[in-house]
C-alpha cells in the first residue's frame, strides 16, 4: 500500500485535512477492525475459542447491534 495523500490547507496554509483514495482508506479501516478484533480476544480469553471465522461473524454481529 502506497500512501498517497492530498492535503487541504487553511488559509495560512496549514494543514487541516487529508484526503485519501477509497482503495487506501478501505485498507486502512479493514486493519484497524482486524486489530480491534485482534485485541479483543485477547483481552477477553476465555476456555472457549474461535475460529476465526467464527470471531469475524460475532464482530459482525457486535458492530450491527451497535449502529
Known sequence: ???QPNYIVDNQNQKIAVQLDIQTYEKITETLENFA??????ENKKD???????AKKY???LKENAG
Open 1 to 3: 500500500m502506497q500512501l
Open 37 to 42: 478484533l485482534f485485541k479483543f480476544m485477547e
Open 48 to 54: 472457549e475459542k474461535l475460529s476465526l471465522s467464527e
Open 59 to 61: 464482530y459482525q454481529t
